[in-house]
């Protein structure tokens, strides 16, 4: 059996050749691996991640002004342009995007996707309950397709 790579730059030049020039088959599982692997040659100019640039309990300053005495809290995300901002609170999350635009929006925590709704096309959405740990909000709208970073909203 010979070594591999050949230590013979001859010998190695002459098996790549071979190589290029087999024309054999190549199989289904090598294709598509191939062309997945291809489609995430874009995937980061794809999807924006929105920072958290707004957190009403990290904020306490903020809190004092509002009117509302309800437990709700309040996020805001931005991503360039883009600015999502949703309400926690025991009955779920209502949220909307900035600019509007009808889509579609998935909450998802460690453990998968745990609700999606709709966008309207003034941008509002609503999900269920969050569960404990880490959550982020995917959205596929017309103008854009973001990700909210990763947050404890409980």
């Known amino acids: 059996m010979e070594p591999w790579p050949p230590v013979d730059d001859d010998a190695l030049t002459t098996e790549l050749g071979a190589a290029l020039w087999d024309t054999g088959l190549v199989s289904e599982a090598y294709l598509s691996a191939a062309l997945a692997a291809f ?42 342009s883009v600015v999502v901002e949703i309400e926690v609170s025991d009955a779920g999350i209502v949220g909307q995007f900035s600019p509007p635009a009808g889509g579609r929006v998935r909450a998802r925590s460690a453990s998968g996707i745990y609700d999606e709704a709709s966008v309207d096309e003034v941008g509002f959405f609503s999900l269920g309950v969050p569960p404990p740990g880490p959550v982020q909000l995917c959205a596929r709208t017309v103008g854009y397709t973001l990700c909210t970073a990763w947050v404890c909203l409980r």
């Open 39 to 80: 489609t995430w040659r874009t995937a980061d100019a794809e999807l924006a991640v929105a920072e958290l640039t707004f957190d009403s309990a990290v904020d306490a300053g903020m809190v004092g002004m509002t009117r509302s005495a309800s437990s709700a809290r309040t996020l805001s995300f931005r991503s360039g």
